[in-house]
C-alpha cells in the first residue's frame, strides 16, 4: 500500500511566474498576444494572467493549447525564465 504524505491537488490549473527581463519587446508583445488568445479561449475560467514591470504572473488551465512553454519556444524565449507551481 502506498502512503502520500503532503499536499495533494486536484487543480487543473497551476500558477505560474514569467521573468520578463532578458527578453526583447517584440518576445514581450508575443507573450501578450499569447495571454490575449487565451483568455478568449478558456471558457471554465481557470486563466488569468496579471503584468508587472518585470513579470508577467497568474494561473493557467493545463488544458490550454498551446500552452505558454510552447509559445515561450516559438518566439526563441528561454523557458527556465518560467517558474510554475501548484
Known sequence: MKIRSGFVSNSSSSSFVLDKRGMSKEQIRAIKKWVHEVANKDVQGETYVSES??????????????????????????????????
Open 53 to 86: 514591470k518585470k513579470h508577467f504572473f497568474g494561473k493557467m488551465s493545463y488544458h490550454l493549447n498551446p500552452c505558454l512553454a510552447e509559445a515561450m519556444k516559438e518566439n526563441d524565449i528561454d523557458v527556465s525564465a518560467l517558474d510554475e507551481g501548484d
